[in-house]
Every structure is written in C-alpha cells, then in structure tokens.
C-alpha cells in the first residue's frame, strides 16, 4: 500500500492540478501514511470492547480483594514471546468475578496470533483472582492499589507481568448481577456420554407439557429432556428436564450427578433473558443457551465460585 501511495503522488495527478493538487495530494498522503502506521500499532494493542463497564465490589468481598475491581494493562512477558495484556475486572461478588480478558498480537520469537478479548468468569479467593482461558491459567494477585502482578501458565509455557491500574468511571454496587460470562472454550466441546460414575435420573412422574398456541417457537424449542455432560473429563453428569414454557418462564428439573454431590429432582422455575435460559437458587448459579444446531451449552457456578461447563443434546423420547 506504501507503493501504491507513493505511485500516486509522484504520477500524472500531481502534474495536472498545480500547487493547490500538490497540497491536497501531499495533506492525503500524509493522513494515509498516518492511519496504516496506526493500524498497524494497534495490532499489539490489547482491545477492550466499547462496552466495558466496572462496578464497585460487593460489600461482602474481602477488603484485601475489593481494589480488583478496575481497568489494568500491562505486558505478558515470557521466555520466547511478549504481548500486551489487559484486564477489567467489571463486577466481584465473593468467591466470583466477571472479567474481560484481552491480549494483543505476540511479538518475538514466537510473535503472531490475533489480537482477541473474552468476557469469562474468574474465581477470586484469599489474595488471588484466577481465570480459565482455554487451558491456560492465570494468577492475578495485588501488589498495591495500582498495580497487580500476574503469571500466566499452559503446559509448560509460562509468561509473566506487571499490569497498572488505569482511571476509569466506576459504578456503586447493584445487586442485580449480569448474566454469566460463557468460558471460550465451551463453543468447541461435543456432546457425548458422561464419564461420572454417578448418573442422574429424572424421576417417573415427570411430564411435559405441550406449549400453548401462542407461545414463540424460541421459547417451545426448549420443551423435553436433554442429557449430557459437564466438568473436567466429563466428569459430571447433567440432565434438565424443561417440563413448560411461557415467553418469559419455564418450569424445570436440573440434575448434576458427581462423586458426592447428590442431584436435586425439585421443580425449579427458570427465566428467559434473550437467548438464555437462566435458573438462580441457593447462592447457586446455572444458565443454559442453545446453539444452532439444537445443541445446548450449560455454565454452572457454586456460591464458593467453582465452575462447571458443558453440553446436552434433546433425549429423543
């Protein structure tokens, strides 16, 4: 493009329009060169999305973790590659933090990748924050108010930074939290068996209803029983039985069966927000969306802020 400019001004369009030519052509050329050096700078910039918003952490967060709440950017540095990171950290309950998580193109040995952010969920206990980014960890502790160190691991691939905390309007607290932020991985996981030695089972008198006349076809969609998995291995698992539906509600059974957790077969009532089916209960947290393909992705957090992720596909009966 640099070629393609340079062409231009020094060809026929200069000759033919004088010196006022020249000034515009030269004032283009100028504005041109600046924005392809600003694109290309802001390649290894970390992006955030034009939505980002940070709300003050809960009353019932520990004070030690309280000052997460915030904008922070910095470099991830590791022994191959370096990439700008950052982080906003835009609502903390205990045990929980909603994040966007965002890095730029790699630069070194190892340079490349797109620049990409995510919305996730974290888990923030003692003097840590710790997200989940596609098999990676990363460690995020407070080294002051203003800055905060991290330490990003995959396999045996481990980068490390300083990130400072940048000024940003921050919001008073609302109980009225958003809804979860789907972990990245789980539009790549495949609906198969469970691996739990534990199975869940509807019980016998479960019935569901057929969906009125006048209920929209994104909301019948959901009517029946579903099965699958969730957890590491596919190590939980997971049935929901959505018995009926409103254009705002559905009545509905959610199982988790694990190693020492027995499921629960009660009647829970369930909300439609947009294209999710959300259920809140006991300090516990379960949403469930559906892909195009009919497939069902489901994100379960605890009241300690464990989270557990998979799929389920509709039981042909």
Known sequence: MDGAIGSWHHGKAVDLGGSMCRVLLNSLVALLTSWIGAATADVFDAPVPADASVMAAAPAVSENLKPLAGKWTGTLIGAQMQQQHTIVVERIEPGLAWVI???GTGRGQMAGGPSTWYRMPGTAHGDALVLSINGATATYKLESNEEMSVVSEWGGFKMKGKLKREVVPVSPYAS??????????IVRMQPGESQSAEKATFP???VIKPAASDTPAERSKWLGKWSGWSCRARGCDVKLAVLDVTPYTANVIQLFAAKGFVPDQNVRVATFINDELRLKGGGYRVSYRMRPDGVVEVFHVSPTGSMAWGVLTKDPT
Do not use: I
Not at 176 to 185: E, I, K
């Open 101 to 103: 998580w965002s890095v």
């Open 176 to 185: 009225d939290g958003p809804g979860p932020y789907w972990p990245p991985d």
């Open 204 to 206: 016998d008198s479960l």
